[in-house]
């Protein structure tokens, strides 16, 4: 199994930028795909993004398109969510996830894999 955990979050202003990571450890071998979904109180976990590890193959929410970029760093297991332009609305905890297969997917049953998730406040 992978182990999921993402240092980072945090609270930040209306407009500015902020850098998630998930580090990967344990048996990362067959966890091509990996994403972040979001969950704000009172909402269900929703999708933000998601990238196929081995050929780059990414998937935006509507939401996010433009104004975050999904990355990995495959020499150190990790993965990292650039978001720009941040919003009220952009308020949640952040989980990263693994899923074994191939294509991205935005459907969250399909992976298997979770972070324990992290804060991002986003005050006006």
């Known amino acids: 199994q992978v182990r999921l955990v993402e240092p980072g979050g945090g609270l930040v202003q209306t407009g500015d930028s902020l850098r998630l990571s998930c580090l990967a450890s344990g048996r990362t071998f067959g966890w091509n795909v990996m994403g972040w979904f979001r969950q704000a109180p009172g909402k269900e976990r929703e999708f933000v993004a998601c990238i196929n590890t081995s050929g780059g193959t990414t998937l935006y929410a509507d939401s996010v398109k433009g104004r975050c970029t999904i990355s990995t760093d495959n020499a150190k297991n990790t993965m990292y969510l650039q978001m720009n332009s941040l919003k009220v609305e952009d308020t949640a905890v952040y989980y990263c996830?693994?899923?074994?297969?191939?294509?991205?997917?935005?459907?969250?049953?399909?992976?298997?894999?979770w972070g324990q998730g992290t804060q991002v406040t986003v005050s006006s």
């Open positions: 996830a693994a899923a074994k297969r191939f294509s991205p997917t935005a459907v969250v049953d399909l992976y298997d894999s």
